[in-house]
């Protein structure tokens, strides 16, 4: 009398021990994975604090627009020739919060300026196209802003600042 071994014939029992296997393991993945996905931040988290781009084609030479990123207003001014012009030649001594317009905009890119749209003195939004320097008023306390967004008169102790911005191609940037 032969006997046949499990080994060389896969047995009933064998396929019952395979399936009952594989179908605990897809019981504990369905499990799992809701609990590690409920713990990733929601898609508005997500989306309030990524990188937003700015197509620049349709901003006119010496328009400004505001775009929102991370809750801030952010003024994207297409400077003009004469802007530009006007915010090189003050002498960067005099002013209050010494900075080049050089270092406030990108190399190659001197006719966009992008600033956080925020006032430095106490947090109002400021006006673009207005004040004696026909770049940011803060009609709050009176604070003047260049077409750089250099403060030059008003109680705003800082320039406006530049937030992290780069050229992804000539008409398209990305802030964040």
């Not at 406030?104 to 196209?129: E, F, M, N, Y």
Request: charged letters at 20%.
């Amino acid at each position: 009398m032969t006997t046949a071994s499990s080994a060389d014939h896969p047995t009933r029992r064998d396929f019952l021990y395979v399936a009952t296997g594989a179908v605990a393991a897809v019981g504990a993945a369905a499990t799992v994975w809701p609990l590690v996905s409920q713990m990733n931040p929601d898609a508005s988290t997500i989306a309030a604090g990524a990188p937003i781009e700015v197509d620049l084609t349709p901003i006119a030479e010496g328009q400004d627009i505001k775009v929102f990123w991370r809750g801030k207003p952010i003024y994207i001014s297409h400077r003009t020739k004469k802007q530009i012009d006007e915010a090189r030649k003050v002498p960067v001594a005099s002013l209050p919060d010494p900075q080049s317009d050089e270092a406030r905009v990108k190399p190659g890119h001197d006719q966009w300026l992008v600033v956080v749209g925020i006032c430095t003195h106490l947090g109002c939004i400021p006006i673009a196209h207005e004040g004696a320097y026909d770049g940011f008023f803060c009609p709050c306390h009176g604070s003047v802003y260049d077409t750089s967004g250099r403060i030059r008169q008003g109680p705003a102790p800082t320039n406006l600042p530049v937030p992290p911005y780069t050229f992804v191609s000539d008409t398209k940037i990305q802030i964040g």
